[in-house]
C-alpha cells in the first residue's frame, strides 16, 4: 500500500492551514489537521444537488448558484441533471482549491468545471449574493460545515438573518435553497422559517447505502409544492413548549 501524500497546503482568510493529501487513488482535504472532506464519503454532496434542483430536471434553462466547489462532487451532479442549455454560478471562496480541482481532483468527475455551462467565481458569496436579485432558480451552499464555519467565520454572514434573507431575494418564483451541515440545528431551521420560507430537513449519509455518518440538507423555498418528498418538516415550537428542549418535532404525516 502506498504512503499517504501531502500535495499541497493553502491558507484560509482565518490564517489557518488547508492541506490537500492523497492516498493511492483517494483524495482528502484537512483544516488544521482536522479532517474537512474525503473522495471516498461524497454521498451528501451528490445528495445535496439532487435534493436542491429535483424541481429542475425539465426546466429548459435554469440558474443554479453552487457556494463551495469542495471535490466538485456536487458541480458534477448538478450538471448532469441540468439542461443543456441551463448555467451555473461555481462561487469558492479559495483559489487554491479551484488549483487542485484542476490540477488534481478533475479526474474524480469528470473535469466539470471544464464544462461550458459553468461560470467561476472566485471571492465572498455573500457579496455575490447581495448583488443578485430574482436570478436563480435554485441556490445550494455547501460552505465550511455548515453554519457553523469551519474554515472562516466570515461565513457566519451567510447563515445569519441578513444572508438567508439575501438568499431569498436572489431566488426566482418557485426557486429553492439548499444548504448542507454536518450537523442537525434546529436554531437555523428556525431562522430558515423566520424568512418566510418552508423548510424540510433530510438526513443522508456519507456513503450510499450504508449506516455511516450522518450529514443533514435543508431545503427551503417559498412555494412549498416544489420541496422534495421525504425528510422532516420542522416547525415552529407552540407557546406552551420548551424552547429550549433540542428535541427535534416528528415527522408530520
Known amino acids: 500500500m502506498n504512503p499517504r501524500v501531502r500535495i499541497s ?34 454521498e451528501s454532496e451528490l445528495e445535496l444537488a439532487r435534493l436542491g434542483c429535483s424541481h429542475l430536471t425539465d426546466h429548459k434553462a435554469a440558474s443554479v448558484l453552487i457556494g463551495g466547489l ?12 441540468l439542461n443543456p442549455h441551463s448555467q451555473v454560478v461555481m462561487s469558492e471562496l479559495l483559489p487554491a482549491v479551484v488549483e487542485w480541482n484542476r490540477d488534481f481532483l478533475g479526474e474524480l468527475n469528470g473535469r466539470p468545471l ?27 451552499l455547501d460552505i465550511d460545515n455548515g453554519p457553523s464555519a469551519m474554515t472562516d467565520a466570515g461565513n457566519r454572514r451567510l447563515y445569519g438573518y441578513e444572508g ?32 418566510s420560507f418552508h423548510v424540510r430537513c433530510f438526513r443522508v ?27 422532516v418538516n420542522p416547525r415552529l415550537p407552540l407557546k ?14
Request: proline share 3%; glycine share 8%.
Open 240 to 253: 406552551n413548549e420548551s424552547e429550549g428542549s433540542g428535541r427535534r418535532p416528528r415527522k408530520r404525516r
Open 114 to 140: 471544464a464544462d461550458e455551462r459553468v461560470d467561476l467565481k472566485t471571492g465572498d458569496i455573500v457579496e455575490l449574493i447581495s448583488r443578485s436579485q430574482n436570478r436563480f432558480d435554485a441556490i445550494l
Open 164 to 195: 438567508i434573507q439575501a438568499c431569498r431575494r436572489a431566488l426566482r418564483e418557485q426557486g429553492c435553497l439548499a444548504v448542507w451541515s454536518a450537523a442537525p440545528s434546529v436554531k437555523f431551521e428556525k431562522l430558515l422559517m423566520s424568512c
Open 205 to 231: 449519509h456519507t456513503h450510499k447505502g450504508s449506516k455511516s455518518k450522518s450529514r443533514f440538507i435543508w431545503v427551503a423555498s417559498e412555494d412549498k409544492t416544489i420541496l422534495p418528498a421525504g425528510g
Open 70 to 81: 469542495g471535490m466538485g462532487y456536487t458541480l458534477r451532479q448538478v450538471l448532469d441533471m
Open 9 to 42: 497546503t493553502a491558507r484560509t482568510p482565518d490564517g489557518g492551514e488547508m492541506a490537500l493529501y492523497q492516498h493511492d487513488r483517494d483524495f482528502s482535504i484537512e483544516i488544521n489537521s482536522q479532517d474537512l472532506m474525503n473522495s471516498r464519503q461524497h
